[in-house]
């Protein structure tokens, strides 16, 4: 169907905006963001949004931790008639200017979380190695994604108070294609299989650059994917020769009864140009489980599901002291950390998960990566 994208240029395929190259199911568009304070790293936000054509749902999230509490907001829409409008119910994302300045709202619903942010990008973005992974012969994942550091302005509103985020670092994230499946609600069977697996990912800003770190191993040293880069200031050259070719870790981890909860890490970095350099990575307290933006799903519902209704949303807040929560979001979160490289100090944003079997890290294998 025609939408107002169809008066711009742009089309890559004989039809609509509003139709993607195939009719796989798990298509799907995902713009996804957080913030956190800097150096104190006491909270975190994470919103997401989620196009999912071949469905014909649009859905979103928006969520706040702090040390011991996560508080989210979800909400699912159908996609036609208004396909291409980022907007599910109260929340919206704006691209103002691309690779540049974002706008996102969240206006008035239960849950009690309110903002209104704007992403202000301060360093070239960061373009990921093509994914793409066949299992039997079918392809299970064909996808294209980039990130970009900056910092945010404007405010955040939770447990009744009303916080200003000028100037909290942040990251941002643009994918699109055929994503893996995700289920790991154990309510709602089946479950993904996963082989044995160590899974990084990682941001860092500093005063003048970035760094991206991005690698999944069947065992040590055994990279199945790697992509990596040093960024530097928005609009500069952007070289190869910045890019990451390997990393070795060495993990720590807390005693923690509960799930997988790394304490820091030292990354041995490799880049094209030929030089190698060791960071130092500390965990901060904070990190927001990402269950609460239905990764892996939650009580039955999973992205892109249709909810039924022409509008549906959910809130909640979990009390991460509770073993039974901690049970029900697992390990995948994105938490807030200090990475020190050389004589600089960043700040930015790690996600983990090391799945039985792998010959590393037994100590925490006894709890579910994802």
Not at 44 to 64: K, Q, T
Not at 173 to 198: C, I, K, N, Q
Not at 341 to 360: F, H, N, R
Request: charged fraction near 25%.
């Amino acid at each position: 169907m025609l939408s107002p994208q169809d008066d711009l240029i742009g089309h890559q395929l004989s039809t609509t905006f509003d139709q993607v190259d195939n009719s796989d199911p798990a298509w799907m568009e995902r713009l996804w963001y957080t913030g956190h304070p800097a150096p104190g790293g006491d909270a975190i936000f994470d919103i997401g949004l989620g196009y999912h054509p071949n469905r014909n749902v649009m859905d979103a999230f928006a969520g706040v931790a702090i040390a011991g509490r996560q508080w989210n907001f979800r909400v699912s829409r159908r996609l036609r008639p208004d396909p291409l409008a980022t907007t599910v119910g109260p929340l919206s994302i704006q691209v103002i200017e691309g690779l540049k300045r974002h706008r996102l709202v969240l206006g008035e619903n239960a849950s009690g979380l309110r903002f209104e942010l704007e992403f202000h990008a301060t360093l070239n973005p960061h373009e990921e190695k093509a994914h793409l992974r066949r299992r039997e012969g079918r392809i299970t994942e064909n996808m294209a994604r980039a990130q970009q550091l900056g910092r945010y302005t404007g405010w955040l509103e939770y447990d009744g108070q009303r916080v200003t985020v000028d100037d909290w670092l942040g990251q941002r994230d643009h994918s699109w294609g055929v994503r893996a499946e995700m289920r790991t609600d154990e309510t709602a069977p089946p479950l993904t299989f996963y082989p044995p697996f160590f899974y990084c990912w990682t941001t860092a800003q500093f005063k003048n650059r970035g760094l991206h770190i991005f690698f999944k191993e069947r065992a040590p040293g055994d990279k199945i994917y790697l992509s990596g880069e040093e960024v530097f200031g928005l609009g500069s050259k952007v070289s190869g020769r910045n890019q990451l070719v390997d990393v070795q870790h060495e993990v720590r981890w807390h005693a923690d009864p509960h799930g997988q909860s790394l304490a820091g890490a030292t990354f041995q970095l490799r880049f094209a140009n030929g030089s190698e350099r060791s960071i130092e990575v500390r965990a901060l307290p904070v990190k927001y489980f990402l269950k609460g933006g239905l990764y892996g799903g939650l009580d039955g519902w999973f992205h892109g599901d249709d909810k039924g209704k022409e509008l549906f949303a959910a809130h909640e807040s979990w009390d991460l002291l509770d073993p039974a929560v901690r049970k029900k979001v697992r390990t995948l979160a994105d938490q807030v950390i200090e990475v020190r490289d050389g004589d600089e100090v960043g700040y930015g944003i790690i996600e983990y998960g090391v799945g039985k079997g792998y010959a590393k890290y037994p100590e925490v294998q006894e709890h579910p990566a994802i």
